[in-house]
């Protein structure tokens, strides 16, 4: 990648990321995030989360009950994505072997991390697990069995290592749209005529479908409703100390319904997260989490004020096609001022920090417009049964901030 603008040192958002502007508290009820959730309601407030496997940052949404989250993942892309969507730190590291001294955190959680894993390999990594955890620490998991191994199996290796263990099936028939779409090799067969009702759904009308499912999920963990014997999907608790409530030990959701603003941080106005930034059609909604970023077609602009501006600093990335033999090409603009072009010839995120001319500065008065330009887009579908997602995209932008 080139650029004339100088890549910037990365920052910990924190919980700055997690205004309104980007969760709505309706968001809790997204089956997607119903894993999360549970999470978010059995772990105390202000504790040390640590997080193995951590993928792009699923667990973020915990900043809102101001506890420290750590996160661990073999990919080192995972583990800088978790850190830019709100962790407070994250390594690549082996789960068998964790960077951290003994008794470091309050809770250890994971998501399809004890998935396949032999007898062996599993009640190892629990150890390594309970080493990090302190004397009264609690280890909470989302593991699907096969049909090979069954939720007993996984009862019996995590009692050999921890004093208490609670295990309880999660809801196989609350899915969304997307996992019903993608339900290859599941026991139960779909009817036909329920799939193609899926497949003509348009973007909008998937999120309320999987926004009705996470509703229905979360009653049935509420109102204690026995799930089938058979499931293949459980949600786990271990402890040394006597385990609380399953669902809802420290349940405490203030802070999903927080609508305060977060815009002006330590470095300068964050427009992503500012009322006062007007974002043109150009952009597509920023998405839940991870990652929070904003897609944008082949142009787009945003307009905001600001009495003193010496630069602006921006994260993005792509996922269009065939980067390496056709580069995307990229122009920045302030005012109809160019600032920069540049290509992208590598896929990951780039940070730029764009000096603003004096000259310009002055002229402005404070009113400034802020236009990207791209040289070509893209389909943002990732697969088949993404049909009805026709939105064409260049980059997706996050981190605006504009500085003194």
Known sequence: MTANGNARKQQNLSDEVFDARYFKALDRFDISLASTMWVYDNVRAGSQVLHVGCGAGTLALLKRKGVTITGVD??????????????DASF???PGSLPFPGQSFDYVVSFGLLDALAASEEESLLEEMKRVLRSDGVSLHGIECSNAVTGNDHTTRFLKVFQHVAIEPRCDFCLSAEDFLDANGRESKLEPDFLEYLR???FKERRAFDLAMGYVC??????GVSMPSNATQFLLKASDAPLGSFYDEHRDRRGLFSHSEIARTA???CLDRSRQAVFDDGWFHPALLPPVARWMSKQARIRFQANEMAAITLDLTTRIPDLIRQPLGLEISLNGVRLCAFTLYRYGWLELAISIPES??????????????ADRTAPLKQHEN?????????IAVCNLTVHK
């Open 386 to 394: 993404d049909a009805n997602d026709d939105r064409e995209v260049s």
């Open 200 to 202: 003509g759904l348009s």
């Open 74 to 87: 073999t990919s080192r892309e995972f583990a800088l994505a978790a850190r830019r969507n709100g962790y």
């Open 267 to 269: 470095d300068g106005l």
């Open 218 to 223: 979360s009653r049935v963990s509420d109102l």
């Open 92 to 94: 690549q590291a082996d």
């Open 360 to 373: 310009l500065r002055i002229k402005s008065r404070g009113e400034f417009e802020l236009a990207l330009r």
